[in-house]
């Protein structure tokens, strides 16, 4: 399946952004990552194909997934940005029964978008 990421940009602190994910097909699970320099790339959330959404502690309550069929978009909303937010955001997806746990096993991505917050 190939992923492409849309929405990133150059933002305010304190601002709010959506990226957007589309699949050239039906996909199951659908998940963003973000990688800054010279850091390991992010896990930030993940939707399975019945909208159930997964989060890590790190980013709950500031970011939310959803999705949307037929076109099966997956949208990631961004709230209150910070600096520490600016990273290039890649969108993954997997066909797996369950969302899975590691990174590795998400086996298509995106080219990545670039998010850069302002101070």
């Known amino acids: 399946v190939q992923l492409q990421a849309f929405g990133g940009g150059l933002v305010q602190a304190g601002g709010s952004l959506r990226l957007s994910c589309e699949a050239s097909?039906?996909?199951?699970?659908v998940a963003w990552f973000r990688q800054a320099p010279g850091k390991r790339r992010e896990f930030l959330a993940a939707?399975?194909?019945?909208?159930?959404?997964k989060y890590p502690a790190s980013v709950k309550g500031r970011f939310t997934i959803s999705r949307e069929y037929p076109n099966d978009t997956v949208w990631l909303q961004m709230t209150d940005l910070n600096a520490e937010d600016t990273a290039v955001y890649y969108c993954?997806?997997?066909?797996?029964?369950?969302?899975?746990?590691?990174?590795?096993?998400?086996?298509?991505w995106g080219q990545g978008t670039q998010v850069t917050v302002s101070s």
């Open positions: 993954a997806a997997v066909y797996a029964r369950e969302i899975p746990s590691t990174r590795g096993a998400w086996t298509s």
């Open positions: 939707i399975n194909w019945n909208y159930r959404p």
């Open positions: 097909e039906r996909t199951v699970n």
